[in-house]
């Protein structure tokens, strides 16, 4: 694809060059010597590239290059890029608009302006490292050409200053800019409702899935299907009721304007060829009513109370799950109800959810942090991590009622799905109310706050400055939250993140700080998490979600682009579960693991094993059987005290590594090795992380109380093990035509338990329950709403209220 049409810049020479000892990084303090820059400037980052800089995504990386390169004189453009064999992004290359030669244009055609590209190298090169993220490992200062002075920047990279307020009383007018395309509608909105009309969305433009231009209508806009072919010299229409459409041309036009993306008014007509409502009936026309009003102005009591929730949500979660049970008769589902009997909150998974569960529940991640379009709809995904780390969605929720009460009907659905099997650690946002449900629902099992939802809170709660600061706080604010495995570093980046930025009177970051100990990684690293939030760190599956999802307006379409994505993810997952295994090291421990452990263990361990390789030991202290050293690693900070036991061959680390992944720590590998144990102790190579996790039989905890004799109940057990077995038989030609050749065998032997049983007359034919409402249940098939309403529904479905 050609490179974008880039403009010219004409400007002084290159003595416009910001100083040297501009800062780069947010974590570096201001040098008091730095010269003065300019008043006009004092509002703008004085931010400049370094080899080594951290960026959590490749945007991050460009809009801080773009920040940089209009403060210096130049318009940044993407150049190449490196992909994986999963298409992911691993290195790119953002460069001077002026890189590159052209080549010769005819003169007939429109020419470039002369000298638009000459070769410049000034760039920036950035590329993935194992945690996701990106580190600058090129930069090029020094351009071949003249640079442009910032108001000539400004005019190709666009307006920087936020979209001034407009008064809707003063109307429309050519060239307002807005933020959204929500925010034009709205504005547009209340000057309809002060001039006498309504408002309908008409015809929109997409480019590349991206919206760039709408078109607002009045609602008498067009005219009725049946009057669309009407002569207007024919006979006049008989007297009845004035016609809705009267093909009123009053409209609203706005355009995104690249690259800044906002909006902006293109055309505008203000007249209308009806008559308009006066200020005392104008609510009762369609975009004026209260329900619109109230989702516009985003009433705090409303939003708290429904999430959101708009007409037809309910019966659209209704009509996917109800289509995706006939799909598939083994999908679990639960709906519950506020007072009015209304479905207000909603909980789904497939039997390839409960497998996934059943061999990986020990860690359980309610991830909370999507926000699916501008009604924000409150879904939620139940995540695990496989023994490939690659995430799996253990279940699927849409809670438009998250009250205490809401968290906790939504655990409970979620332990029925899973047959009451506990899982080992269960991570959420922040929050009592997710406290007290896990400890009521699931008593044995670890609970904490997690530093992945603080960081994606940061956008919404700190969005001012999010926004002002573009990538620079966010690039800030990530190694606070993800690269501080020990208090005093932690303690000390919390400090300099604040007086950076201002943030000593911040009401939402001095909350954080007070409650620290409840999501900050140096105080649960005792908590077993398999590594997961650096999982979906660099994972594109939740990013993709997110992505996707915002795109679509109405509720069941975006649920159908949900089970799509999710279908098309765990397509591409196969193959991750049969790459070819690494070369077996000579070295004894590392063939050992590496015989044991998936190709993504054998990796977590190696990067261990590396860093004991640098590693110094001396002992510490000794009493009886009990010895203690101290393991320092080259250029890591800080020491750790390993405990080995020589009567039972147990040791830990305070590191607590082990503890918090399963993966042993290199301090623990260095006493090993002075204690000439060349192998890792059988108790350290934990089931999760061997090729072989899906591997043997497993017991559901099932109460058996729980063991109900309804068709339903036994038909979704059953649904469930042959979902099992179809798993694990797909994987291979011989263990399908296995099944296929017991399949006769099996249902010859079920006949003869119906003729023994007084049940001949079923022959062949599956027991399938009757769908519809049922009057009776057992008392296990009551499920409660948030405030308590019972709800009866089957072990797979709703049976009625």
Same mark, same amino acid.
């Given at each position: 694809?050609?490179?974008?049409?880039?403009?010219?810049?004409?400007?002084?020479?290159?003595?416009?060059?910001?100083?040297?000892?501009?800062?780069?990084?947010?974590?570096?303090?201001?040098?008091?010597?730095?010269?003065?820059?300019?008043?006009?400037?004092?509002?703008?980052?004085?931010?400049?590239?370094?080899?080594?800089?951290?960026?959590?995504?490749?945007?991050?990386?460009?809009?801080?290059?773009?920040?940089?390169?209009?403060?210096?004189?130049?318009?940044?453009?993407?150049?190449?890029?490196?992909?994986?064999?999963?298409?992911?992004?691993?290195?790119?290359?953002?460069?001077?608009?002026?890189?590159?030669?052209?080549?010769?244009?005819?003169?007939?055609?429109?020419?470039?302006?002369?000298?638009?590209?000459?070769?410049?190298?000034?760039?920036?090169?950035?590329?993935?490292?194992?945690?996701?993220?990106?580190?600058?490992?090129?930069?090029?200062?020094?351009?071949?050409?003249?640079?442009?002075?910032?108001?000539?920047?400004?005019?190709?990279?666009? @307006?920087?200053?936020?979209?001034?307020?407009?008064?809707?009383?003063?109307?429309?007018?050519?060239?307002?800019?807005?933020?959204?395309?929500?925010?034009?509608?709205?504005?547009?909105?209340?000057?309809?409702?002060?001039?006498?009309?309504?408002?309908?969305?008409?015809?929109?433009?997409?480019?590349?899935?991206?919206?760039?231009?709408?078109?607002?209508?009045?609602?008498?806009?067009?005219?009725?299907?049946?009057?669309?072919?009407?002569?207007?010299?024919?006979? @006049?229409?008989?007297?009845?009721?004035?016609?809705?459409?009267?093909?009123? &041309?009053?409209?609203?036009?706005?355009?995104?304007?690249?690259?800044?993306?906002?909006?902006?008014?293109?055309?505008?007509?203000?007249? %209308?060829?009806?008559?308009?409502?006066?200020?005392?009936?104008?609510?009762?026309?369609?975009?004026?009513?209260?329900?619109?009003?109230?989702?516009?102005?985003?009433?705090?009591?409303?939003?708290?109370?429904?999430?959101?929730?708009?007409?037809?949500?309910?019966?659209?979660?209704?009509?996917?799950?109800?289509?995706?049970?006939?799909?598939?008769?083994?999908?679990?589902?639960?709906?519950?109800?506020?007072?009015?009997?209304?479905?207000?909150?909603?909980?789904?998974?497939?039997?390839?959810?409960?497998?996934?569960?059943?061999?990986?529940?020990?860690?359980?991640?309610?991830?909370?942090?999507?926000?699916?379009?501008?009604?924000?709809?409150?879904?939620?995904?139940?995540?695990?991590?496989?023994?490939?780390?690659?995430?799996?969605?253990?279940?699927?929720?849409?809670?438009?009622?998250?009250?205490?009460?809401?968290?906790?009907?939504?655990?409970?659905?979620?332990?029925?799905?899973?047959?009451?099997?506990? @899982?080992?650690?269960?991570?959420?946002?922040?929050?009592?109310?997710?406290?007290?449900?896990?400890?009521?629902?699931?008593?044995?099992?670890?609970?904490?706050?997690?530093?992945?939802?603080?960081?994606?809170?940061?956008?919404?709660?700190?969005?001012?400055?999010?926004?002002?600061?573009?990538?620079?706080?966010?690039?800030?604010?990530?190694?606070?939250?993800?690269?501080?495995?020990?208090?005093?570093?932690?303690?000390?980046?919390?400090?300099?993140?604040?007086?950076?930025?201002?943030?000593?009177?911040?009401?939402?970051?001095?909350?954080?700080?007070?409650?620290?100990?409840?999501?900050?990684?140096?105080?649960?690293? %005792?908590?077993?998490?398999?590594?997961?939030?650096?999982?979906?760190?660099?994972?594109?599956?939740?990013?993709?979600?997110?992505?996707?999802?915002?795109?679509?307006?109405?509720?069941?379409?975006?649920?159908?682009?949900?089970?799509?994505?999710?279908?098309?993810?765990?397509?591409?997952?196969?193959?991750?579960?049969?790459?070819?295994?690494?070369?077996?090291?000579?070295?004894?421990?590392?063939?050992?693991?590496?015989?044991?452990?998936?190709?993504?263990?054998?990796?977590?361990?190696?990067?261990?094993?590396?860093?004991?390789?640098?590693?110094?030991?001396?002992?510490?202290?000794?009493?009886?059987?009990?010895?203690?050293?101290?393991?320092?690693?080259?250029?890591?900070?800080?020491?750790?005290?390993?405990?080995?036991?020589?009567?039972?061959?147990?040791?830990?680390?305070?590191?607590?590594?082990?503890?918090?992944?399963?993966?042993?720590?290199?301090?623990?590998?260095?006493?090993?090795?002075?204690?000439?144990?060349?192998?890792?102790?059988? &108790?350290?190579?934990?089931?999760?992380?061997?090729?072989?996790?899906?591997?043997? %039989?497993?017991?559901?905890?099932?109460?058996?109380?729980?063991?109900?004799?309804?068709?339903?109940?036994?038909?979704?057990?059953?649904?469930?093990?042959?979902?099992?077995?179809?798993?694990?038989?797909?994987?291979?030609?011989?263990?399908?035509?296995?099944?296929?050749?017991?399949?006769?065998?099996?249902?010859?032997?079920?006949?003869?338990?119906?003729?023994?049983?007084?049940?001949?007359?079923?022959?062949?034919?599956?027991?399938?329950?009757?769908?519809?409402?049922?009057?009776?249940?057992?008392?296990?098939?009551?499920?409660?709403?948030?405030?308590?309403?019972?709800?009866?529904?089957?072990?797979?479905?709703?049976?009625?209220?």
């Amino acid at each position: 694809m050609a490179d974008p049409e880039v403009l010219p810049l004409p400007g002084p020479d290159s003595d416009t060059n910001p100083d040297e000892s501009s800062l780069a990084v947010a974590m570096v303090e201001d040098d008091e010597g730095e010269n003065e820059r300019d008043k006009d400037d004092d509002d703008e980052l004085d931010l400049k590239p370094k080899i080594g800089m951290y960026f959590e995504t490749e945007d991050d990386a460009y809009e801080f290059y773009k920040k940089y390169a209009e403060g210096i004189g130049f318009v940044v453009r993407k150049s190449h890029k490196s992909r994986n064999t999963r298409l992911a992004v691993t290195k790119r290359w953002f460069v001077c608009h002026r890189q590159g030669f052209k080549q010769e244009r005819s003169e007939t055609k429109n020419p470039r302006a002369p000298g638009s590209r000459t070769g410049c190298g000034a760039c920036l090169c950035i590329k993935i490292i194992p945690c996701g993220a990106f580190r600058v490992t090129e930069f090029v200062e020094e351009h071949n050409h003249p640079l442009a002075d910032q108001p000539a920047v400004k005019m190709v990279l666009g @307006p920087r200053a936020p979209p001034p307020l407009y008064d809707p009383k003063d109307g429309p007018a050519l060239d307002m800019r807005f933020e959204t395309e929500d925010d034009a509608y709205a504005f547009y909105n209340k000057y309809a409702e002060h001039v006498g009309f309504s408002v309908r969305k008409s015809y929109k433009k997409k480019h590349k899935g991206l919206l760039v231009s709408r078109i607002f209508v009045c609602s008498r806009e067009g005219f009725a299907e049946k009057d669309k072919h009407r002569d207007p010299e024919d006979t @006049p229409r008989r007297a009845g009721p004035t016609p809705s459409r009267t093909g009123c &041309q009053a409209c609203l036009i706005i355009k995104v304007q690249p690259p800044s993306k906002t909006f902006k008014v293109s055309k505008f007509v203000a007249d %209308h060829n009806h008559p308009l409502e006066d200020p005392e009936s104008v609510h009762k026309l369609r975009s004026h009513k209260l329900k619109s009003k109230l989702l516009e102005l985003e009433l705090p009591e409303r939003r708290k109370r429904m999430h959101g929730m708009l007409a037809g949500d309910a019966g659209a979660a209704l009509e996917y799950l109800q289509n995706l049970q006939v799909e598939n008769p083994s999908l679990f589902y639960a709906v519950g109800c506020n007072d009015e009997g209304k479905a207000i909150n909603f909980f789904w998974a497939d039997a390839k959810s409960c497998l996934d569960y059943m061999y990986f529940n020990d860690v359980v991640l309610y991830d909370t942090t999507y926000s699916l379009n501008t009604y924000s709809r409150p879904f939620g995904l139940f995540i695990g991590v496989d023994n490939f780390r690659q995430p799996m969605i253990f279940g699927a929720a849409l809670m438009y009622d998250d009250s205490p009460e809401g968290i906790k009907w939504l655990f409970q659905a979620f332990n029925d799905a899973m047959h009451g099997k506990q @899982p080992g650690s269960v991570l959420t946002d922040v929050g009592q109310k997710y406290a007290d449900a896990v400890a009521a629902v699931w008593p044995g099992s670890m609970h904490h706050a997690t530093v992945w939802h603080v960081y994606h809170s940061a956008k919404k709660n700190l969005k001012q400055l999010v926004d002002n600061a573009k990538a620079s706080f966010m690039h800030s604010f990530a190694p606070v939250m993800f690269e501080n495995e020990d208090e005093p570093g932690f303690l000390l980046s919390w400090d300099k993140l604040v007086e950076k930025y201002n943030l000593g009177d911040n009401e939402w970051m001095n909350e954080l700080y007070r409650t620290k100990e409840s999501w900050a990684l140096p105080y649960w690293k %005792h908590v077993f998490t398999a590594d997961i939030i650096t999982t979906l760190r660099k994972e594109n599956i939740m990013s993709q979600l997110r992505k996707e999802l915002n795109e679509q307006e109405d509720l069941l379409q975006l649920l159908k682009k949900y089970d799509l994505m999710l279908e098309e993810y765990r397509a591409a997952k196969l193959p991750v579960d049969t790459e070819a295994p690494l070369p077996i090291p000579t070295l004894r421990i590392l063939k050992q693991v590496g015989n044991l452990y998936t190709t993504a263990a054998f990796k977590m361990f190696q990067t261990e094993f590396e860093d004991y390789m640098n590693s110094l030991a001396y002992p510490h202290a000794a009493a009886g059987m009990v010895s203690e050293y101290k393991v320092t690693i080259d250029e890591k900070p800080g020491e750790h005290t390993v405990r080995y036991d020589s009567l039972d061959g147990s040791v830990t680390c305070t590191c607590k590594r082990f503890e918090s992944t399963g993966i042993q720590c290199a301090h623990v590998l260095k006493v090993l090795d002075l204690k000439n144990i060349k192998e890792l102790p059988e &108790q350290y190579i934990i089931r999760r992380w061997i090729k072989d996790a899906r591997s043997g %039989h497993f017991t559901t905890d099932l109460d058996s109380s729980l063991r109900a004799s309804t068709n339903e109940a036994r038909y979704k057990d059953l649904c469930r093990i042959a979902s099992m077995i179809a798993a694990r038989a797909a994987r291979a030609d011989e263990a399908m035509g296995f099944i296929e050749s017991q399949s006769n065998a099996l249902m010859k032997h079920l006949d003869h338990i119906f003729q023994t049983s007084g049940f001949s007359e079923m022959g062949n034919h599956a027991a399938l329950p009757a769908p519809g409402p049922s009057s009776s249940a057992q008392p296990h098939n009551l499920v409660r709403g948030p405030q308590g309403n019972p709800l009866l529904r089957a072990a797979n479905g709703i049976l009625g209220v």
